[in-house]
């Protein structure tokens, strides 16, 4: 068992598996059952190379028995701000990237983190390897390894971070194989589905909702894309006949206007899933009619929790809503500030416990006094309504946190960043609304001596390592800041004179 990880109280665990929802089976028998089941089955497709279900189970197999350890989860967009406080924090020995991707060298990044993450030993590249390790030579006889415990950690997940650098999400095997198989389930896949994975395969939303490891427990086709784009995925979608796939909502909007010149046929497209951020009804609405496929809005979080509108929900819940409960025993609380529940319809945020959400973040004791309360509820940060059919609407957020089209920004880590910067004296940053992304990130600044440009401070930030997602897409200089009476920086009031600065 992985020290760090707080897993559910006994009874809970005894209830869950009692209900069926945790099977004592593993993510690697998923893939072994279908490989014993359809061999010659095509599995994953990237770029012209297929791989059936046989190759792929056994590529695993070899892998894993030169590899003995598994290695860490970053998102491409992660720079070395990001990687190396995970690389510390998960105590991983191996890091696994890919030579070039996107034009960053990421071989030039797995150097500054060999030297800042001391219990790092190895690095495993696809491609070109330079001094490190080939990742196509990891490659041993099978052994027969000894499986791990299905109630043990498989894999951490990134949160979206709410306070400082991202946390790590411990997920078990019997968790997360119930969050992909039952995602699967709700969402009609089967052997005949091709899913696209357009998202980046490390995030929960296109890892296992159902996403790559859902199709592949049910034998269906996944279909890897370089990148999202129309002028990547469209092509895909009509030589691999896709029938699924997963966006977030500035991608879906991309989508909805590339598809009025394509001469791609994206006839075989059946479902496409929206989800990350808030979709606005008025987009929501062009799906079906430009993009000829059925929308399923998808609430999630990467601690657990998800929602999603069933296929056969009446019109007004498909469009407006963002979905219910995967689970029946998923217990959902919605309280005020005084942590009490709200009248039935009314807003507040949204508390959460069940079959797959998570009791405590990986070795952060600290974040999960807030994060969790007493009796195990996570507090997603998230202000919703219930209508009475059970589906939620995103109304807004309680953390500090930007959401700029799905990817999250933790405000705080930015603003130490920024704090950093010699003319900076006190530093903000807040969302200001956007119509592509939602959100944008604006940082208010307070100098000291001559203000400091845009360009400037996101030369800083980028010589920190940080990801590009971050960056202030504006920044404004002002004298002092709207505080609360405890003399916080009163955010609310702050992003409110940056909408009046840009409109006045
Ligand atoms: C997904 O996971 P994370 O962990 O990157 O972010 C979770 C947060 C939620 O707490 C909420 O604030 C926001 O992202 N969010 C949405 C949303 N879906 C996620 N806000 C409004 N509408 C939605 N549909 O983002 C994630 C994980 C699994 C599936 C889908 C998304």
Redesign the pocket.
Known sequence: MLDGFTAWPPEFADRYRALGYWRGRTLGSLLRERALATPEHTAVVDGRHRWTYLEVDDRADRLATGLHRRGMLALPAHRETELVHLARLSGARTYIAPDVHLGHDHRALARTLLAEAPQLREVLVAGEPQEFTALAGVDADPLPLAGPDPSDVALLLL??GTTGAPKLIPRTHDDYLYNATASAQLCGFDASTRYLAALPVA???PLA?PGLLGTLGVGGTVVLTPTPSPDDAFPLIERERVTATALVPPLALLWLEAAGWTRADLSSLELLQ??????KPETAKRVGPELGCALQ???????GL?NYTRPDDPEDLLLET?GRPLAEHDELRIVGPDDREVAPGGTGELLVRGPYTIRGYYRAPEADRGAFTPDGFYR???LVRRLPSGHLV?EG?VKD?I?RG?D?VPVEEVENLLLAHPAVHDAALVGVPDDVLGERNCACVIAQGAAPTRAELNAHLTGRGLAAFKLPDRVVVLDAFPRTALGKVNRRELAALVRESEHG
Do not use: P, T, W, Y
């Not at 929206?274 to 979709?279: K, S």
């Not at 809005?297 to 601690?303: I, L």
């Open positions: 949160s979206g995030h929960n939303f909702c929206v989800g990350g951020a808030r979709l809005q998808v609430f999630g979080m990467a601690e998800l963002q997603s940060g998230d995103v957020r946190v959401n799905g999250k």
